[in-house]
């Protein structure tokens, strides 16, 4: 670790990178206390929280995604609240509601605010997608604000804030797709598949023979916030940021800097934001793993969940069968690393 980079940090913030590590092998032990393998998807959710941002996760029903916010959020001793969204779901439903109360004493009345749902540490939105566009956007700008806003007056909400909005990618009837803007307010965009068969075998094995034994506490608010400030601290080479900008202005299919495929496959590429969060996830990845050494491998890692609800293929994709996914592994095979010379 060079010199620079220890001087970035302080000294007691130096050493929380350290424990880190040892701290995700807690979690982790913890978290499969209940959950079955996920490990991919349990490392882009933990990264999201200590970036400050929120997921959508996209997963057929079944796969416990329910079960697995509830096991992170019990793990880190955070408050949880599952909102189910339907079509008959109000903005007042999600955020709270102000009431006409009368104080006994003085005979008068007056409004008091009664808090949503909202306001917990960490949301799990399910099947956002159900709900009218009004709540979702009510929901979207608590998650951008952190705070809510009710008869004219603000209430901040609880710190950390974390939203996961779920999605079933079966069903499209009657649902209410995000737009690209708010798709965009998203980090990460996560999809959970099949477990393979010895995951699934011990998945039924556990569910059905005993119960299984509690996850303990690992992480509390204050220490989720801690994190979320030394990840800002996080120093990153010039060459790691030209990178990650030169995968997002690659996706796009009316710059110059654009491939050729790009600009057959893609009606539209990503926004400043997908590279801000490729750096705010490849932070996020050395401080799991104990680092302070960002590396273009880091932004690598959490190209493909930053970046596919971030493009929109054409027509030609289609026809081809061409997918978000086959479009960013492409585009992270054409876009050259920085070399050793450049790092010198």
Same mark, same amino acid.
């Given at each position: 670790m060079s010199q620079a980079n220890k001087r970035s940090l302080r000294h007691d913030e130096y050493e929380a990178v350290e424990k880190m590590a040892k701290a995700k092998e807690i979690l982790l032990r913890e978290i499969h206390k209940i959950i079955i393998g996920q490990d991919a998807v349990i490392e882009l959710l933990l990264m999201s929280m200590f970036c400050r941002g929120h997921c959508l996760v996209v997963g057929v029903p079944g796969l416990a995604k329910t079960l697995l916010v509830r096991t992170i959020a019990?793990?880190?001793?955070?408050?949880?609240? !599952?909102?189910?969204?339907?079509?008959?779901?109000?903005?007042?439903?999600?955020? *709270?509601?102000?009431?006409?109360?009368?104080?006994? #004493?003085? *005979?008068? !009345?007056g409004f008091r605010f009664v808090k949503g749902p909202l306001f917990a540490n960490i949301i799990l939105a399910d099947e956002i997608n159900r709900t009218p566009p009004k709540t979702q956007a009510a929901l979207l700008e608590a998650m951008q604000e952190y705070r809510v806003t009710s008869g004219g007056d603000e209430y901040p909400l609880d710190l950390p804030f974390f939203v996961l909005a779920t999605q079933n990618p079966i069903e499209q009837e009657g649902t209410y797709p995000l737009p690209e803007a708010q798709l965009d307010r998203f980090m990460f965009c996560v999809y959970i598949d099949y477990p393979d068969r010895d995951e699934e075998r011990e998945i039924i094995r556990t569910t059905t023979y005993e119960l299984p034994e509690e996850p303990r506490h690992v992480l509390k608010g204050s220490d989720i916030i801690a994190i979320q400030n030394i990840v800002r601290r996080v120093p990153v080479s010039d060459h790691v940021i030209n990178y990650a900008l030169s995968l997002v202005r690659s996706s796009r299919p009316k710059s110059n800097e654009a491939p050729s495929f790009i600009r057959e496959w893609l009606s539209w590429g990503a926004g400043p934001r997908a590279a801000q969060y490729l750096v705010l996830g490849?932070?996020?990845? #050395?401080?799991?793993?104990?680092?302070?050494?960002?590396?273009?491998?880091?932004?690598?890692?959490?190209?493909?969940?930053?970046?596919?609800?971030?493009?929109?293929?054409?027509?030609?994709a289609d026809a081809a069968g061409v997918d978000e996914v086959k479009v960013v592994e492409r585009l992270l095979d054409t876009v050259q690393e920085p070399t050793a010379e450049e790092y010198e």
């Open positions: 019990q793990v880190l001793k955070l408050d949880f609240s !599952r909102i189910q969204f339907t079509p008959d779901l109000m903005p007042s439903d999600i955020t *709270g509601t102000r009431v006409i109360e009368e104080d006994v #004493t003085t *005979g008068k !009345r490849a932070k996020a990845r #050395t401080i799991l793993d104990g680092r302070l050494n960002v590396s273009c491998d880091d932004v690598r890692s959490v190209a493909l969940p930053v970046l596919r609800h971030r493009i929109f293929t054409n027509f030609n």
